[in-house]
């Protein structure tokens, strides 16, 4: 065959398969750039599931009647300009490429009049062929009517669902976007019906009215609110709590700047969140927003732009970690509320001396006493002589399941415990290796974990070095692999979580790392399995030998992700604090 250019319609059709996978998908985009526009009100109109029509109006900024026949031009866009643009852009659109190609698999009317505009104009493409401009009634604002879609691509076709099927899909479409933007009105009318009305919502009262009628009012009633910032990203949004937990993974809402996204990496910072207070095989509720300059991150990383890639990467599962687990933490160590709600227990399945399941089901009562009596009876507290005082001091208690006390010299010392005890256990991992002494100890039950076929390759590839940090695994199958042992360090832990998170690790780098870097990731990763989780209660002996362990322990001011581990406030912080002069 001769090496030909493809015409442009094809190629307008090809890019189609791509971005226009179903209604939903041409829905998606279509309200995408109404948002570009800066719409407050966003109409939508489906008949047969957005089959044989949408229809989406906005009262947005309008396109003039000289540009309406480059909007359904390809990479033609009113969005970027520069490569510089595109490292930073802020709109959800920027490729140029989804008018075109609906205009090229479905019957499109564009109709639009740009603000401050005298008139308005149309413009309407059949499978393709463009037909000239025309003046046309519309107030200020676009409406853009897809028809049936897909009437010329009858391969395409024939992967469309049932109506009802389709129309899920658009919903859910516009449920996620409705969450995106508060600001934004919204109605969705299907087959002539009334689906969905929203007003504005800007309190957070309004918002939580929205989330309830989103995503059902028993989430908002197990929701928590959370809300935080460092170093310029924002994070706020609403958890489940553990007793609201979900079969599937269907109610797990992720935007950054606004874009709602699937990422693996936020996902996997949620779930080790929750690891510790969710039952196996269970699936957290939340919704999550996370706000950062547009620059430090890649939107840029697949068609759809359902994908993003963070420039801060570590940094950013940080904080979703830190903060989720926080979030959970408090409240539930005092709230006996929650825990008739959660399910009964089971017994903890192959998971050798896993220690969740059995610290909530203990007494609480019994080793508060306990506690208590250790309290005034154990320790030579604050009183004892200056000079035996350890520099991190000796402990007074624990606050909301995060936070250690203790008493020194010079005053107050809080600890964070998990980032503490994690940089404790990283340090003592990596003296293990140095003196190869990671040493493997066998399981009495092997852990059988499944796996795609490409994850227990990658893990097979692996083999060598899991089994100098103490990790014995075995190929079992094509997509099973058994895990036989694991560092003594790291019996406590849950070992198919690890090995999973371990996976998911190796995946995501890009390109092949130096292998002491690598190593280093899957130290961390492994000190982040074995530290202390927020909720675990610790007698003061404890918190102690925690605080003992931290002053022999090199770097301990920082854990791996080089946030600090303890603060002090000293006397003359708390003088100046209560005005009080001395
Ligand atoms: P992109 O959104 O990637 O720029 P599109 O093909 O989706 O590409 O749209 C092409 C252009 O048409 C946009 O850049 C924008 O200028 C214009 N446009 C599309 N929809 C609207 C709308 N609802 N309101 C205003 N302008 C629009
Ligand atoms: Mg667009």
Redesign the pocket.
Known sequence: MQIRVLPSNLIDQIAAGEVIERPASALK??I???L??E?KRIDIELLAGGTRLIR?S?D????PGE?LP????RH?????QSLEDLERVA????????????ASVGRLK?S?R?QHAAGAWCIESNGGDVHAAKPAPHPP????ELRELFFNTPARRKFLRTERTEFVHCDAAVRHLALARFDVEWRLRHNEREVLELARATTREQQEARLSMVCGSEFLDHARYLEREIEGMKLRGWLAEPSYSRSQADMQYTFVNSRFVRDKLLRHAVRLGYEDVLFHGRHPAYVLYIELDPKRVDVNAHPAKLEIRFRDSRLVHDLVFRTVEATLATGLVSDTETAPRTPPARAPQAKQGSFRLDDRQRGHGVREAATLYERLHAQPIASSSDDEMPPLGYALAQLSGVYVLAQNRDGLIIVDMHAAHERVVYEQLKAALADSKLSMQPLLVPVPLRLSLAEADLLEQWETQLAELGISIRRRGPDEVQIDGMPLALQDGDAEVLLRDIVSDLAADEGPKRVGQAVDALLATMACHGALRANRRLTLDEMNALLRQMESTERSGQCNHGRPTWTQLTIADLDRLFLRGR
């Not at 033609?76 to 970027?80: F, P």
């Not at 709109?91 to 609906?102: C, D, K, N, Q, Y």
């Open positions: 985009e279509l995408e750039n109404s570009d526009a719409a989406v906005d947005g900024r309008g396109i540009s480059l909007a359904l031009a033609a866009t009113s969005k970027i709109t959800l659109g920027f490729r140029g490429e989804a008018l075109p190609s609906m564009l639009s740009a604002g676009t409406t853009v």
